[in-house]
């Protein structure tokens, strides 16, 4: 991942929300059919300002469609659903590929020798102002809701951490109360999951989220919109965390009957 800041860009009027962008939703981001009627209009109309506010390029030949624009700009905006928040101020472009594609990597090794090499990538996400995103990669992650891997999400949720101006895994939280206790239950989950990684223990979290605190933020949020009552019931004080933090309950939203526990 790649972090920097820079001013975002002017408004632009939003454009209409057609029946054809409906069809969209309903097809590539599942969480849309597990809303309610306000939230589906909520996510609507965020997903209109995104597509207003921000620049979407193809890269790598690819042509930019309607279908690319909204599948991203929903699963981006449902981080920010029912929360009193910015609209991702530093992000100006949305950078789309084809497929998986080749990016330069920086391996700094433990006796402090740096090596330059290429790596194949799914996203990621510069403070310059752009996440990058393989078009492939969004729509397998975003068909399976389950298995705890969606692109969008991660990279999106790198761009909430950064907007503090430091990539640490704490983003803005809502209340400044929160801030202790958010330190200390993801400092410590996070130590415990590197402790079992570097064990070889497996773990219910990615193995990935052990690679920094930012990464574990972007892999905790994957799972808490993919897998929630998987992360509620083995993560509780991190679930809890989460809820707060996106005002929202997906495990609840999932299970209705699981509501108040």
Known sequence: MFWSRRRSRGRK????????WIAILKRNVPYYRSLSSAERAELQRLTQDFIAQKNF??????????EIRVTIAAQACLLLLGRETRLY?????????????????LTEW?????SEGLEERAGESWSQGAVVLSWDEVLESS????????????????????????A????????DSMIAE?????TRQYEALVRRVERGRRAFLDEYAAESPAEFFA?????????????RARHPDLYRLLQAYYAQDPAARMNPAARGR
């Open 110 to 114: 433990p006796e402090g020798t740096v």
């Open 13 to 20: 009027a939003p454009l209409p929300f057609s029946p054809a």
């Open 168 to 175: 640490n895994g704490i983003p803005v939280l809502p209340e």
């Open 57 to 66: 390029e193809g890269a790598g030949r690819l042509e930019m469609t309607d």
């Open 89 to 105: 101020p530093e992000l100006q472009s949305v950078i789309v590929y084809p497929e998986a594609y080749v990016a330069p990597d």
């Open 143 to 166: 068909r399976d809701p389950g298995d705890g891997y969606n692109v969008v999400l991660h990279e999106f949720a790198h761009q909430l951490d950064e907007e503090t101006g430091d």
């Open 219 to 231: 892999v905790v949020t994957e799972y808490f919109f993919e897998v929630p009552g998987g992360l």
């Open 182 to 186: 958010w330190a200390r239950v993801f």
